[in-house]
């Protein structure tokens, strides 16, 4: 079970993604934004992915990693 606050910031930076814009992961496959927030939200296999990803980015962020 992944913790619902967590859920819910995925969530909300898939939203400000561009509706015509497809996420390929892997060789998983390519998906539109609602389809990985639908994912998310159901904690299936590209969900928990999607969460995997996004923290991470959001860790090599915070340790100056990745810069914007």
């Not at 859920?7 to 400000?16: G, N, Q």
């Not at 928990?48 to 990693?65: D, T, W």
């Given at each position: ?10 969530i ?25 927030i ?25 340790e ?5």
């Amino acid at each position: 079970m992944i913790d619902e606050d967590i859920k819910k910031l995925i969530i909300a930076r898939l939203e400000v993604l561009p509706s015509d814009k497809k996420i390929s992961i892997g060789s998983i496959g390519e998906f539109t934004k609602e389809q990985l927030i639908e994912s998310v939200k159901r904690e299936d296999a590209i969900g928990r992915k999607m969460i995997q990803i996004e923290l991470e980015f959001l860790q090599a962020l915070k340790e100056g990693i990745v810069t914007t």
